[in-house]
């Protein structure tokens, strides 16, 4: 898979404001509100879990918020992506939060961990960037760096035009098939008129 990713091109201000026709927030004047709306979804997210993970990795970071977020909880946050505009923002917000999280540019098909470096893994809008006959390597590659008991989180929202989200329960499952990830719960969320959040736990068996 090609990892030069154009983030700017994707994601970044000439594409801003398509980006926020379908809920990607990365604006600096943006930021507050992300940085609130991800520290409220991952406190739910990790009250529910049986620990606090010590070790986290956000997969796909982007700009960083769920790095940031993350840190913030006090975890050992690595925020990882393919793209070094991306995280040089991401870097930039850790600086304006005042928390360390250690950035790593990559591929997430071939990630640079040693196994079972994590006990949470998170990926937020990453995964619809992998294609589908790639998808079982990333999955394989999750598993390897989480620790058995440790959580896969992955949250995908719907594309402007498309009913449903990039990911469904059934890409999901074909995804993890035959690797040490199993799929524990699945939710859909509606979070307006036309946008759908789909969140998947897995956990490392
Ligand atoms: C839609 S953005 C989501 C960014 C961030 N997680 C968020 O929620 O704001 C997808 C991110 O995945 C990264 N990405 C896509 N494919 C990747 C790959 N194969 N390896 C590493 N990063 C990748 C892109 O550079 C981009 O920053």
């Known amino acids: 898979m090609d990892t030069r990713?154009?983030?700017?091109?994707?994601?970044?201000?000439?594409?801003?404001?398509?980006?926020?026709?379908?809920?990607?927030?990365?604006?600096?004047?943006?930021?507050?509100?992300?940085?609130?709306?991800?520290?409220a979804e991952l406190a739910g997210f990790l009250a529910g879990l049986d620990a606090s993970p010590a070790a986290a990795i956000d997969l796909g970071c982007g700009t960083g918020a769920t790095a940031v977020a993350l840190a913030?909880?006090?975890?050992?946050?690595?925020?990882?992506?393919?793209?070094?505009?991306?995280?040089?923002?991401?870097?930039?917000?850790?600086?304006?939060?005042?928390?360390?999280?250690?950035?790593?540019?990559?591929?997430?098909?071939?990630?640079?961990?040693?196994?079972?470096?994590?006990d949470l893994a998170l990926d937020r809008g990453c995964l619809h960037h992998v294609a589908a006959t790639d998808q079982p390597c990333y999955a394989a590659q999750v598993a390897r760096v989480l620790r058995p008991g440790g959580t896969f989180?992955?949250?995908?929202?719907?594309?402007?035009?498309?009913?449903?989200?990039?990911?469904?329960?059934d890409s999901i499952r074909s995804m993890v098939a035959g690797t040490a990830l199993e799929l524990r719960r699945v939710v859909r969320r509606r979070l307006d008129d036309r946008r759908y959040a789909l969140l998947a736990a897995l956990v490392r068996l």
């Open 72 to 118: 913030r909880h006090g975890i050992v946050t690595t925020g990882f992506d393919g793209s070094e505009p991306a995280l040089e923002h991401a870097r930039e917000r850790a600086r304006a939060a005042g928390v360390e999280v250690e950035w790593v540019r990559g591929d997430v098909l071939d990630l640079p961990f040693a196994d079972a470096s994590f």
């Open 153 to 169: 989180l992955v949250r995908e929202c719907n594309q402007p035009g498309h009913a449903a989200p990039a990911a469904t329960e």
């Open 5 to 39: 990713i154009d983030w700017d091109e994707h994601h970044g201000p000439a594409a801003r404001g398509g980006a926020r026709a379908h809920g990607h927030e990365h604006g600096h004047a943006h930021d507050a509100v992300v940085d609130a709306a991800e520290d």
